[in-house]
């Protein structure tokens, strides 16, 4: 049963995505159909009969008429499966109440497992699906429907075996910078002893099929390893995307995107581009362990989860591709899907249900990404303790999409009065110290390159360029290639 709903706070409630309320004094009303497919294909909710919505959104009770009639009718429709494609209900998810004078009937709606997407109604899959968001039930797209479809099997569809490929479409620098990587991991493990075919073999990069009995890629290898040409054939709408959007007049100061030709295309290289580039926009705390700098903190291994999370839950088949963006303030993972679990379970932990089962197997295999569904748990904690502003999760339909932000502005500390009005508000303290050092560099030096500044700064130029970027005592001078900033 579903914990939307209490009697006693009946007063309070407002229609949303997990409550509606429908008028039916007499019957059941055509859309009550409509409104169980939608929570069942999302994340569950309560259909509440003989009440309606004031204009100003306030509920009042409108009640049943035969309440025992109408709680008959409506189990002998929903066991009809010409009219609805399963069930989902027990004896008591339907309960009945009075409010004030009026009968009213309290319809929880469980969230379907992914196995049972997707609830349709009318004896049609992709004329009768429907989902749920803020503004009411809306019918879904095919796209939508076959995503559900995907999603059932067990085994992930990145698992399958594409047998018009060889082995040896991969792209072999990647392969071979996998292999490198996974030997210097795993010292003495028995899949470095293994030529080639067997190694990608283990990893679940390829398999055995059973239409000839050759070793052809998997999807996950082609995913991993393939080169963009060869993966689009498979995948059209695949796309992968970083963007640093770290200067206001610019569209974006880098960019890297699998289509350009000048890389692979493949999620491997595309991994570690983009880390490289990520990592260089935290401030790294200068720390020694037996002599030697250590450069990794915990928000170093939060920005790996979060894109690793990105890649191997997102849904290849779908629009949009996955987009990486770098601003001053924060960093956004945006992929195309949603989530298997749902955000409250993802966000809770404890079961783990990737998109992309291979995929995420390659990656544990080289000690990247978490395997028992506390990554995103990770994160969160991580971001509290360095004491940042809350991550944020939410999800986007038609087209699908999970989006988390992870927010590089620390939080905001208790003020005095005082404080409050001399403090730029949410800057850290570490950056307002910089924006003062950057000052008194360019009034002793003038016109100066970032580089130079950076230098001065002990920081990347990533960082240095965004910090500048917030500075409205600085002014930009010259072109991209040949900026340079002074006191305005």
């Not at 039916?24 to 009303?29: E, I, M, R, S, W």
């Not at 699998?258 to 983009?274: A, C, E, H, K, L």
């Not at 770098?326 to 379970?345: C, H, M, V, W």
């Not at 030096?445 to 360029?465: F, H, M, P, Q």
């Amino acid at each position: 049963m579903t914990d939307n709903f209490d009697l006693s706070k009946f007063n309070s409630y407002r229609e949303d995505n997990r409550r509606e309320v429908k008028k039916a004094q007499d019957k059941l009303p055509d859309s009550l159909w409509d409104t169980y497919s939608a929570f069942a294909n999302c994340y569950g909710g309560v259909i509440i009969l003989g009440v309606k919505e004031n204009k100003d959104g306030k509920w009042y009770t409108t009640g049943l008429r035969n309440p025992s009639k109408l709680q008959k009718e409506f189990w002998d429709i929903i066991n009809n499966t010409k009219k609805v494609s399963i069930n989902l209900l027990r004896e008591d998810d339907v309960e009945i109440f009075d409010v004030g004078d009026d009968i009213i009937m309290v319809i929880h709606v469980p969230a379907a497992r992914r196995e049972q997407k997707p609830v349709f109604i009318n004896n049609d899959m992709f004329g009768g699906t429907f989902r749920r968001n803020f503004e009411g039930d809306y019918h879904c797209s095919r796209i939508q429907v076959k995503t559900m479809l995907r999603d059932q099997a067990d085994e992930t569809i990145d698992m399958s075996i594409i047998d018009s490929m060889n082995i040896n479409d991969f792209n072999q620098e990647s392969v071979q910078a996998y292999r490198n990587l996974f030997a210097s991991l795993k010292d003495g493990h028995p899949f470095s002893r293994l030529d080639n075919d067997g190694f990608l073999r283990s990893i679940g990069a390829a398999a055995i099929s059973e239409k000839d009995n050759n070793l052809h890629p998997t999807v996950a290898g082609l995913l991993m390893f393939g080169n963009e040409y060869d993966i689009v054939r498979q995948l059209p709408d695949y796309f992968l995307d970083y963007r640093a959007q770290l200067d206001p007049t610019l569209r974006w100061t880098d960019r890297i995107n699998s289509s350009s030709g000048d890389w692979s295309g493949n999620i491997f290289d595309f991994y570690f581009r983009v880390y490289n580039k990520l990592r260089q926009s935290l401030s790294v705390p200068f720390k020694l362990l037996d002599g030697m700098r250590i450069d990794d903190t915990p928000m170093h291994e939060a920005i790996r989860e979060a894109l690793v999370n990105s890649l191997v839950n997102a849904d290849y088949y779908g629009s949009r591709g996955i987009v990486i963006t770098l601003s001053p303030d924060k960093i956004e993972f945006a992929n195309p899907g949603y989530s298997r679990t749902g955000i409250t379970q993802m966000l809770r932990g404890g079961v783990s249900d990737p998109r992309n089962r291979g995929l995420m197997k390659m990656f544990n295999l080289i000690d990247i990404g978490e395997r028992a569904g506390s990554g995103i748990p990770r994160i969160m904690n991580i971001w509290s303790d360095e004491g940042m502003i809350e991550p944020v999760i939410k999800e986007e339909f038609d087209p699908d999409r999970t989006i988390l932000t992870l927010s590089l502005v620390k939080k905001q500390l208790p003020s005095t009065a005082d404080d409050m009005q001399n403090e730029q508000p949410q800057v850290s303290r570490k950056t307002l110290e910089n924006r003062k050092k950057i000052l008194d560099y360019l009034k002793d030096n003038g016109r100066s390159r970032c580089t130079d500044i950076a230098k001065y700064l002990g920081l990347s130029e990533v960082r240095t360029r965004a910090i500048l970027s917030t500075m409205s005592e600085v002014e930009i001078l010259g072109s991209n290639k040949n900026r340079e900033y002074r006191i305005k």
